[in-house]
């Protein structure tokens, strides 16, 4: 029996992976399946392999398991979205992904990755949270490193002129 964590996947709802380093996103159609973005080289359940991911421009949707593509790493529901936009229809959203099986798309880490694939699907909106924070976190160590800088820069001075 494969153990699936509560709540039970509906159709239509997004499946977030918790691989090493990332999160993995894919969308379940039902019957166990999922359908997700790989690298045209990933096995499923690659887990930290497929972190090479972020080199390759391309990718392929998916069809499989869900048990497959999560392999050892945890998973679960997470429509974090519905309270900010309103989700398309399961049969819609199955219809466009079903569609795109097989099909190769470009690939980006940064605008065109899973999580900006599933959130299309769903909402018809592109967006990835592990982008945004990312760079949110960049800019604050970049702001806090500037800062730091200043603040360097200013005792030293400080330093110069009392000599």
């Given at each position: 029996?494969?153990?699936?964590?509560?709540?039970?996947?509906?159709?239509?709802?997004?499946?977030?992976?918790?691989?090493?380093?990332?999160?993995?996103?894919?969308?379940y159609?039902?019957?166990?399946?999922?359908?997700?973005?790989?690298?045209?080289?990933?096995?499923?359940?690659?887990?930290?392999?497929?972190?090479?991911?972020?080199?390759?421009?391309?990718?392929?949707?998916?069809?499989?398991?869900?048990?497959?593509?999560?392999?050892?790493?945890?998973?679960?529901?997470?429509?974090?979205?519905?309270?900010?936009?309103?989700?398309?229809?399961?049969?819609?959203?199955?219809?466009?992904?079903?569609?795109?099986?097989?099909?190769?798309?470009?690939?980006?880490?940064?605008?065109?990755?899973?999580?900006?694939?599933?959130?299309?699907l769903?909402?018809?909106?592109?967006?990835?949270?592990q982008?945004?924070?990312?760079?949110?976190?960049?800019?604050?160590?970049?702001?806090?490193?500037?800062?730091?800088?200043?603040?360097?820069?200013?005792?030293?001075?400080?330093?110069?002129?009392?000599?």
């Amino acid at each position: 029996m494969m153990h699936v964590p509560f709540p039970e996947p509906k159709p239509g709802d997004l499946i977030e992976i918790f691989r090493p380093f990332y999160r993995h996103w894919a969308i379940y159609v039902g019957n166990g399946y999922v359908i997700h973005l790989a690298p045209p080289s990933e096995m499923a359940g690659a887990g930290a392999t497929s972190i090479m991911s972020a080199l390759i421009e391309k990718a392929i949707v998916k069809k499989e398991l869900l048990c497959d593509v999560a392999g050892r790493d945890k998973y679960q529901v997470n429509n974090k979205h519905d309270d900010k936009y309103t989700p398309q229809p399961p049969s819609k959203i199955i219809q466009q992904a079903e569609e795109l099986v097989g099909q190769e798309v470009p690939y980006k880490l940064t605008s065109e990755n899973c999580e900006h694939f599933v959130n299309e699907l769903r909402y018809g909106v592109a967006r990835s949270d592990q982008v945004r924070d990312v760079i949110m976190a960049a800019g604050i160590t970049g702001l806090g490193l500037a800062t730091l800088g200043l603040i360097g820069a200013m005792f030293s001075r400080n330093k110069k002129q009392k000599q």
